[in-house]
């Protein structure tokens, strides 16, 4: 089979009402692959019952590798096909306007039940550097 393109779900697609459904119904329409972000505003299992796309889960792996296994567990059972492992932020560079912004992580779907993200409060700075400090886990490389 040979893909005519690959869409990837970023973050921003969730800023749009089921932005990740309508992606994963597009690219079942073009017959090709999509990538649900790891930071998608709708749950894996909504994006699986929404159409028969060919989909990867993209997957940031957490300090506590329970958050992580669940996620590929639940990626698994509703038939993505691949995980897209993802180890480029072991640490955030210091992003001056997120910091002046104070940049909120998106909410994240995939997360609830599996950890609080209501304590990522921080006066100075940006929680979205604050979640990959505290919840990825930066021991990860190529080596």
Known sequence: ???KLCNISTSLVSML???????????ASCNTL?????????????VASSCN???????YVFKNRDISATLVRRAESHGFKAIVLTVDTPMLGRREADIRNKM??????????LMPIDDLDTADGSKLEKYARDTLDPSLSWK
């Open 1 to 3: 089979m040979i893909f």
């Open 17 to 27: 009402i089921s932005g990740e459904v309508a992606t994963a119904r597009a690219a």
């Open 34 to 46: 999509m990538v649900l972000s790891f930071s998608a505003s709708c749950k894996i299992e909504e």
């Open 53 to 59: 796309a060919i989909r990867f889960y993209q997957l």
């Open 104 to 113: 909120v992580a998106p909410a994240n779907a995939n997360l609830e039940g």
